[in-house]
């Protein structure tokens, strides 16, 4: 991923006019979307939704802490010699044992995706009170190595130019 910006702008027709501008741009922009009224919602742009950065912030935890469960559940009733689960056998409760670790590493991956808060959610919810406030977002990015054109935006007199986080 290369440069990412979103250029707030209080005048749909500028916003029509830059991203028309930014569409013509060779190479092209890999990512160009318009938000506001009478555009796309902002929930349905997935570089701006914080849920959709949670949700992959748990699945990444979850994929290296649901089997770390599993091994401390499964060594946990090894080394403590317990008999919680004694109905099931000498060999099924060591199994049990583990499968609950592998739940408890599951439940720790919501947990640890939640509590997790980055600079650029703080960005995403100033981006979110200007649309609130009736401006319109542009986002723009950028392939790698290709160079964001800053002229043309600002040539756009936006309000602001937000710059999320790259790469």
Not at 38 to 46: F, L, S, Y
Not at 139 to 149: H, K, S
């Amino acid at each position: 991923m290369g440069t990412s910006v979103v250029v707030v702008l209080n005048d749909r027709k500028r916003l029509h006019q830059l991203r028309d501008r930014l569409a013509e741009l060779q190479p092209p922009l890999l990512q160009l979307e318009a938000i506001g009224e009478g555009e796309q919602a902002m929930a349905e742009v997935a570089r701006l939704n914080p849920a959709v950065a949670r949700r992959a912030r748990q699945q990444g935890m979850a994929r290296w802490l649901i089997p770390f469960g599993f091994l401390a559940g499964l060594t946990f009733t090894y080394i403590t010699d317990l008999d919680t689960f004694a109905f099931a056998g000498a060999w099924s409760q060591h199994l049990i044992g583990a499968l609950l670790g592998m739940g408890s590493g599951w439940m720790g991956s919501f947990a640890a995706a939640a509590s997790v808060r980055s600079e650029e959610d703080d960005r995403i919810r100033s981006l979110r009170n200007r649309v609130e406030e009736g401006n319109w977002l542009l986002l723009a990015e950028t392939a790698n190595g290709v160079d964001m054109p800053w002229i043309s935006l600002q040539q756009a007199k936006p309000l602001a130019v937000v710059r999320l986080g790259d790469g």
